[in-house]
Nanobody, 124 residues
Framework: VQLQASGGGLVQAGGSLRLSCTAS????????MGWYRHPPGKEREFVAA????????YYADSVKDRCTISRDNAKNTVYLEMNSLKYEDTAVYSC??????????????????WGKGTQVTVSS
């Protein structure tokens, strides 16, 4: 499985973006998926995760009221809708595939695939 994130860009504070992560391969629907971000000069951060069915989702406290993770298994794509963007949301956003949402948290482990990131820049 290869993962490619897209949808990033430059947006003003308070604006919105929808990120997409599209997977190649037939086994996408069997993976839990997560979004992570790497702010400039900081460590990688967990953003959100979703189970293989989409029934279970988790969010970092910093984004839980502003972001929605979803997936479309028919399109092999996971989305991250981000609203009310803040300057501190500026980061490279990447997606990850793992056997379970348990693998996708603040200390990810057992990640099977990482995708190339997409830059999100929020101007204040």
């Amino acid at each position: 499985v290869q993962l490619q994130a897209s949808g990033g860009g430059l947006v003003q504070a308070g604006g919105s973006l929808r990120l997409s992560c599209t997977a190649s391969g037939r086994t996408f629907s069997s993976y839990a998926m997560g979004w992570y971000r790497h702010p400039p000069g900081k460590e990688r951060e967990f953003v959100a995760a979703i189970s293989w069915s989409g029934a279970v989702t988790y969010y970092a406290d910093s984004v839980k009221d502003r972001c929605t993770i979803s997936r479309d298994n028919a399109k092999n794509t996971v989305y991250l809708e981000m609203n009310s963007l803040k300057y501190e949301d500026t980061a490279v956003y990447s997606c990850a595939a793992a056997p379970s949402t348990e693998n996708l948290n603040t200390r990810p482990f057992g990640i099977h695939f990482w995708g190339k990131g997409t830059q999100v820049t929020v101007s204040s």
